[in-house]
């Protein structure tokens, strides 16, 4: 048993939880001032309250033997972050592709005169493992400073399953914090090979292989757009990843409205990523199911594209997370709180819709129920600081993070 007292305020998030992630406004941080928190042997919290009734409920439990007391020093507690979209197993960088960029190239112009992400491909295939490693290790523990607690690595710049094997070989062994390894199996066409036939091959052999090498693999993801793969194909893909026990997220309606949103959304996909493209119909369907729609504003930035509609998905009842998107091409940032200002200045999200979506529907977005909020039953993933809510996601730059406790 852990004991954690001397908490100045301990933001508990219990209002996000109790609707779930759906309308989230400022009452939802529910705080706790002078606050203590119990945690049993497993990680989980057992009670969280008012340090003048700790004494009262450490009795109850049968006394002080063999806890463990943290004197928190009168910093702030707050659950601690998910960053729930990275792709940041990669080599090299895409410097140039940016500078394009700059100069007016858009994705799909970059992609076909061999930028975008087979150059990643390209770099990604000549490193090593144990190159890969290093520099993922490097960029987990700045999400780590940042007071993140689990995060998603996504592979994907394999383009064949050697390649993609070695990827998430580097997510599977990464720690200091929650990793949620996914196989990006349909990322994009490898160069000289016919759609249909790496499509069935990715489907019908690659994923069950991949399952067989990773029993602990749980998600699997594919990119949904012009140039790339189809609703035909999610449909495919997911009756497989149903079949093998995987989790489905995919990458949809971002630089195009092909409906990716709702078809996904419709086949039990856990969460949709980017969405920027959606009719007002598919919002409000979109509304009805369980599906988390995973905004990515770092990406919007980058490609200098449209803001996905967070208002309205919020308004109509979706729970929205948000994420970095890191990677060395569409998002190269891993800066939590530059993201959550882009969410607040141009997707006109609250400060609560942002420490929501950064919190628990990141977590909910991974399938992770018990993370996000500081109450009873919940993971005791939280950190400390000096700052309160309103400090966080107003200064680019500035995430006063103190410790992480995961
Ligand atoms: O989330 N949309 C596809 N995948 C990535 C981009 C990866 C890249 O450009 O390297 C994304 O934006
Ligand atoms: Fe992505």
Known sequence: ?????????????????????????????????????????????????????????????????GARVIDLEGLNVFPSFTESHTHLVFAGNRKKEFDLKIKGATYQQIAKMGGG????????????????????????????????????????????????????????????????????ALHAIPKKVEKEEYVNRVINIDLPKMKKKFPKLSRADLFI????????DLKRFKAQAENLNLDLCAHVDQLSGLSGAITAAHL????VEHAVFLK?????????????INLLPGADFYLKTKYPEARKLIDAGCRVSIATD??????????????????????????????????????????VKNKGSLQKGYKASFFT??????????EVGNHPVEKLYS
């Open 117 to 184: 992400i087979s150059s990643t491909v390209r770099e990604t295939k000549k490193a090593s493992f144990e190159e890969l490693l290093a520099s993922s290790r490097l960029r987990i523990k700045r999400f780590k400073e940042q007071g993140v607690g689990l995060v998603e690595v996504k592979s994907g710049y394999g383009g064949d399953f050697k390649t993609e094997k070695k990827i998430l070989e580097v997510a599977f062994s990464l720690k200091g914090i929650d990793v949620k390894p996914t196989y990006l």
């Open 326 to 367: 890191f990677n060395p091409g569409s998002s190269p940032t891993q800066d939590l709180s530059f993201i959550g200002v882009l969410a607040r200045r141009e997707m006109k999200m609250s400060l609560a819709e942002v420490w929501c979506a950064y919190t628990l529907n990141a977590s909910l977005a991974l399938g």
């Open 385 to 394: 600081t000096k700052a309160k809510a309103e400090d966080f996601f107003y």
């Open 225 to 232: 757009e012009r140039g790339y793969f189809s609703k035909q």
């Open 280 to 292: 007002p119909q598919e919002i409000r369907s979109l509304a009805k199911t369980e599906t988390v």
């Open 1 to 65: 048993m852990k004991i954690y007292k001397n908490i100045s305020t301990l933001y508990t998030f219990k209002g996000f939880a109790k609707k779930m992630g759906r309308n989230p406004v400022d009452q939802d941080f529910r705080p706790i001032k002078k606050a203590a928190m119990i945690v049993g042997k497993n990680g989980l919290i057992e009670w969280v309250g008012k340090e003048e009734s700790l004494l009262a409920q450490v009795q109850k439990k049968g006394g002080l033997l």
């Open 268 to 271: 039990g996909a856990l969460s």
